[in-house]
C-alpha cells in the first residue's frame, strides 16, 4: 500500500472532458503557438525517413494538449509500394506519426530525458478509412494525466482535413469514422531497463 502511495505521488488525471473537435475548435488558437517542424525534430530521437511529424499548429503543454498537422505526399517512398492500383497510406505508419506527436507532449510534459528513451507500453488504435496522397491531417493529441510516475496515458485523433462524410453520408449512404483513432501509454526508462535487447 504504502508503495503504491508513493509510486503514484503527484499523479493527476487530466483533460478528460477533451475530444478531437474541443481540441481544434475551442482551444487551438487560444495556446503558446506554432511549433515547426525543425524545432520538432529537437524532441524526438527519429530522423528521415522515420520521422512522421510535419508541424505542430499550436499547443499548450503545460494544460497537455496539441493541434499538429501532417501533410500526406505521394513523394513520401511508402507509396512505392502500397499500392500500384489504389495508393494509400499505411496505417502502421499512420500510427508512428501520430505517436510522434504523443511522444513530444511526453517529453515536454515530463522534462528532457538526461539518458533515459520513451517507449510505448500500449497503442490500442482504430481506423476509420484508408488515407490517399495528397490529403492533409489535423492530429489532436492531449494527456490523460500528467506523467507524474513517468508513465502517461495519451488520446490521440486524426481527420482528413475538409472531408465531409464524418458528419454528413457519401452518396452510398456511408459515414465514416476519423481516419484514426488511439489510446496509448507511453513511459521513460533508463537504458539498462533494457539491458540485453541491444539499444
Same mark, same amino acid.
Given at each position: 500500500m504504502l508503495l503504491n502511495f508513493a509510486w503514484n505521488f503527484g499523479y493527476e488525471r487530466m483533460?478528460?472532458?477533451?475530444? &478531437?473537435? =474541443?481540441?481544434?475548435?475551442?482551444?487551438?488558437?487560444? $495556446? =503558446?503557438?506554432?511549433?515547426?517542424?525543425?524545432?520538432?525534430?529537437?524532441?524526438?530521437?527519429?530522423?528521415?525517413?522515420?520521422l512522421g511529424v510535419d508541424w505542430i499548429k499550436d499547443h499548450d503543454f503545460e494544460a497537455g494538449w496539441v493541434h499538429a498537422v501532417r501533410g500526406i505526399s505521394i513523394s513520401d517512398p511508402v507509396f512505392a509500394g502500397h499500392f500500384d492500383d489504389a495508393a494509400m497510406y499505411p496505417g502502421t505508419n499512420l500510427t508512428q506519426d501520430i505517436n510522434q506527436i504523443a511522444t513530444i507532449l511526453f517529453t515536454a510534459m515530463t522534462g528532457k530525458m538526461n539518458g533515459e528513451v520513451t517507449a510505448f507500453k500500449n497503442i490500442n488504435s482504430d481506423y476509420g478509412h484508408p488515407i490517399p496522397p495528397g490529403c492533409v491531417l489535423d492530429f489532436a493529441v492531449w494527456a490523460l494525466d500528467n506523467g507524474?510516475?513517468?508513465?502517461?496515458?495519451?488520446?490521440?485523433? $486524426? =481527420?482528413?482535413?475538409? &472531408?465531409?462524410?464524418?458528419?454528413?453520408?457519401?452518396?452510398? $449512404?456511408?459515414? &465514416?469514422?476519423?481516419?484514426?483513432?488511439?489510446?496509448?501509454?507511453?513511459?521513460?526508462? =533508463?537504458?539498462?531497463?533494457?539491458?540485453g535487447i541491444w539499444m
Open positions: 483533460n478528460e472532458d477533451l475530444t &478531437f473537435d =474541443k481540441v481544434l475548435n475551442e482551444l487551438s488558437g487560444t $495556446g =503558446k503557438g506554432m511549433i515547426s517542424h525543425t524545432e520538432c525534430k529537437t524532441y524526438l530521437r527519429h530522423g528521415h525517413p522515420c507524474a510516475n513517468k508513465t502517461m496515458t495519451v488520446r490521440l485523433e $486524426g =481527420k482528413i482535413r475538409d &472531408f465531409p462524410y464524418y458528419d454528413q453520408p457519401n452518396k452510398y $449512404g456511408l459515414t &465514416f469514422k476519423p481516419a484514426i483513432q488511439v489510446t496509448s501509454e507511453i513511459v521513460r526508462a =533508463k537504458r539498462r531497463i533494457y539491458d
